[in-house]
T-cell receptor, first 113, second 115 residues
Framework: KNQVEQSPQSLIILEGKNCTLQCNYTVSPFSNLRWYKQDTGRGPVSLTIMTFSENTKSNGRYTATLDADTKQSSLHITASQLSDSASYICVVSARTGTYKYIFGTGTRLKVLA | EPEVTQTPSHQVTQMGQEVILRCVPISNHLYFYWYRQILGQKVEFLVSFYNNEISEKSEIFDDQFSVERPDGSNFTLKIRSTKLEDSAMYFC?????????????FGNGTRLTVT
C-alpha cells in the first residue's frame, strides 16, 4: 500500500536554529517527491521537487535530500525564522498510468522568538 | 504571481443542506482538482477535472459530490446533502499540464462546517 510517513509530528525550535524534518515513503512506482509548506489557514505551497536521480536540492534556506534506496527524504531548514512556523508536507508522486499524489500527515513546526 | 482563489473562505451549513464551493483556477491552467483536509488529518484527493469532464475521482467522491465548470473561469464543487463528516477544509488546485509534471497550485481553501 502506498504510504508516506513523516516525523516528528510536531517540533518547536528557537529562532535562528536549524532543524530537519523526515519523510519515509513506500510508494511504487516512484516518480518524484515534493515538499510543501502550509501556513495556518492557507493552501500548501510547493517548496521543492526531487526526482529519482537527485540527492540534494536547495531553495534558499530549505535543503531537501532524497535517498531513493532507503526511500527517505529530509527537509533541512537553516537559520529558522518566525515565518517558518507552518506545517511541512511531504508528497510523493506515483505513476501508474496516471499520476497519483500521496500526501504525508505533515510536521507542524513552531519557531519561537 | 497568479493564484487560485476560492470563495467563500468559511461556510457554515446545516446537515442535509446543499453547498457550492467556488474556485477560480489560474487562468492558463487546464487541469483542476479538489482536495479536502479534515482537521488534523492529511490532505485527501477528491477529484480531478480536465477538458470539461472528470478524469479521476476517489472513493470519497460519491454521488453526493459533483463538479462543474459553468463558464470559462469558475470551477465549482457541489455537495448535495451535507453530512457532519463533510466538515473539512476544501482546497481547489490547478496545474498547467498533467499531474506530475508541475506542482499543484492550491487556493487558500474553504472551511466547511456542517452543524
Amino acid at each position: 500500500k502506498n504510504q508516506v510517513e513523516q516525523s516528528p509530528q510536531s517540533l518547536i525550535i528557537l529562532e535562528g536554529k536549524n532543524c530537519t524534518l523526515q519523510c519515509n515513503y513506500t510508494v511504487s512506482p516512484f516518480s518524484n517527491l515534493r515538499w510543501y509548506k502550509q501556513d495556518t489557514g492557507r493552501g500548501p505551497v510547493s517548496l521543492t521537487i526531487m526526482t529519482f536521480s537527485e540527492n540534494t536540492k536547495s531553495n534558499g534556506r530549505y535543503t531537501a535530500t532524497l535517498d531513493a534506496d532507503t526511500k527517505q527524504s529530509s527537509l533541512h531548514i537553516t537559520a529558522s525564522q518566525l515565518s517558518d512556523s507552518a506545517s511541512y508536507i511531504c508528497v510523493v508522486s506515483a505513476r501508474t498510468g496516471t499520476y497519483k499524489y500521496i500526501f504525508g500527515t505533515g510536521t507542524r513546526l513552531k519557531v519561537l522568538a | 504571481e497568479p493564484e487560485v482563489t476560492q470563495t467563500p473562505s468559511h461556510q457554515v451549513t446545516q446537515m442535509g443542506q446543499e453547498v457550492i464551493l467556488r474556485c477560480v483556477p489560474i487562468s492558463n491552467h487546464l487541469y483542476f482538482y479538489w482536495y479536502r483536509q479534515i482537521l488534523g488529518q492529511k490532505v485527501e484527493f477528491l477529484v480531478s477535472f480536465y477538458n470539461n469532464e472528470i478524469s479521476e475521482k476517489s472513493e470519497i467522491f460519491d454521488d453526493q459530490f459533483s463538479v462543474e465548470r459553468p463558464d470559462g473561469s469558475n470551477f465549482t464543487l457541489k455537495i448535495r446533502s451535507t453530512k457532519l463528516e463533510d466538515s473539512a477544509m476544501y482546497f481547489c488546485a490547478s496545474t498547467p499540464g498533467p499531474l506530475g509534471e508541475s506542482p499543484l497550485h492550491f487556493g487558500n481553501g474553504t472551511r466547511l462546517t456542517v452543524t
